[in-house]
């Protein structure tokens, strides 16, 4: 059944979906319409709020384009291939390849999302390297993993409402992760998605004369050049390994203290780690240098494309824009279908705000007093935002690029099985959020 319907999703999106900075562009054009049309807004007034947040996120830009390359770095190193390739070699069938990807995404989400995303793609990039399946479902399915990551430990939204000091707490306090997080319902959720995102993705699986291969060659790393038989002192030093081992084995000790003095895991520690692993794994800044800079290839959708999604948050925030259509979906809610409804709100709006923090300081302000006034609980609220600002990145390019990026491919040649994805994730989750 899902195969079938994969089929006109897929060839759909492959006719119909532009370039990733194409849809940026036109999602611009879409919410300074609706700004225009719902709420009023002035054209001048619009483009001042559109240029004013335009480069609002670059600091995330850049640590979205480090999650890319340092991940890269590490996985392409000697020991993280020999590991990966290992892994790969568990895929006995086309079959077992989609559900191994989709497991290994799964996990690796459900502790960090940045390091789901860049762990995923490199993983799909070995097993294709190994068994003849199709490449656009091997890597949709890697990217499918990454719906998990706001209900797993590095979510947003629960660790915010979690931390002393929030911007929420004089109304709601703080909210343990055990009420969110680890809450049975959530792990429900978590559990769920295990067992169906890889069925589903399996399920997908077209028919081998209908598969998209991918040459394994066109997937190797380049390999660093060797090293000449009278290398020279500036030679010397770049291929030394004591170089790599003076520097990397200071920041790792520095990544220990900073976990046994209770540090958190957030995205500049995972691109810490992945930076001094990796150059403890090359031993040599000549190969270290060879996979930066193929991995920097990878990134120039997140340098063109970042800034203009900051600009489509500014319209939608300082508009009043997302408020309003949170507004309209607790308009028909009641205390036990506020979660559900927040899900659904969320989704939409994540389209818009592809950013789990910026959509809880948008969605906050309207869902923690109805949740007040409906006597709903806070903290399914607050879960409803996280899964849905989760869901419809399965729709939204926006955390896709890095994946494709490390794995070659356009947003197009993987967005039909994502709907796909999409709509068994609604309903999973939109299910269990409706009847907790």
């Not at 240029?51 to 392409?76: D, R």
């Not at 993983?123 to 399915?141: C, G, H, M, N, P």
């Not at 000790?253 to 990796?278: K, P, T």
């Amino acid at each position: 059944m899902l195969r079938v319907l994969s089929r006109p999703a897929t060839r759909m999106m492959e006719r119909w979906l532009p370039d990733a900075f194409i849809f940026v562009i036109v999602l611009t054009l879409v919410a300074a319409a609706a700004a225009m049309l719902t709420q009023g807004t002035h054209p001048v007034d619009l483009i001042q709020m559109w240029g004013n947040g335009f480069w609002e996120l670059l600091q995330f830009a850049m640590q979205m384009l480090l999650v890319l390359v340092t991940g890269f770095i590490l996985a392409s190193s000697p020991p993280v291939r020999k590991i990966l390739a290992r892994m790969a070699g568990l895929a006995k069938s086309r079959g077992a390849a989609i559900v191994l990807v989709t497991v290994v995404s799964l996990a690796a989400s459900w502790i960090n999302w940045g390091f789901g995303l860049v762990v995923g793609a490199i993983f799909a990039k070995e097993i294709a390297r190994q068994t003849r399946v199709d490449y656009r479902l091997l890597v949709a399915s890697a990217y499918s993993g990454f719906i998990i990551w706001h209900g797993g430990i590095s979510g947003s939204i629960p660790l915010t409402i979690a931390t002393s000091g929030h911007f929420t707490e004089s109304q709601i306090g703080v909210i343990p992760t055990s009420q969110t997080i680890f809450a049975s319902w959530n792990l429900m959720i978590v559990a769920a998605l295990f067992v169906l995102v890889p069925l589903a993705n399996r399920l997908m699986l077209p028919l081998e004369h209908e598969q998209v291969l991918v040459n394994p060659e066109n997937l190797r790393d380049r390999e660093t050049a060797p090293r000449s038989a009278l290398p020279t002192p500036a030679e010397r030093l770049e291929t030394s390994p004591l170089l790599m081992y003076l520097i990397g084995i200071p920041g790792l000790a520095w990544l220990m203290m900073h976990f046994l003095n209770g540090g958190a895991l957030n995205l500049n520690i995972v691109n810490f780690m992945f930076l001094f692993l990796g150059i403890i794994c090359h031993g040599s800044a000549r190969s270290l240098l060879a996979a930066l800079d193929e991995g920097v290839r990878g990134g120039a959708g997140i340098v063109i494309q970042f800034p203009f999604y900051a600009g489509i948050m500014a319209i939608m925030v300082q508009s009043g824009l997302a408020a309003n259509l949170s507004e309209w979906f607790v308009s028909i809610s009641t205390a036990t279908t506020l979660p559900f409804w927040s899900f659904i709100s969320a989704g939409i709006v994540n389209i818009f705000v592809p950013s789990g923090g910026g959509q809880w300081a948008v969605q906050a302000p309207v869902m923690l007093p109805a949740a007040e006034a409906l006597g709903a609980d806070v903290a399914k609220v607050a879960m409803g935002v996280a899964w849905g600002d989760a869901w419809t990145n399965m729709l939204q390019p926006f955390w896709a690029l890095p994946m494709l990026g490390i794995a070659g491919l356009k947003a197009r040649d993987i967005m039909g099985f994502c709907v796909i994805q999409l709509l068994v994730v609604g309903i999973v989750v939109g299910g269990i959020l409706y009847y907790i």
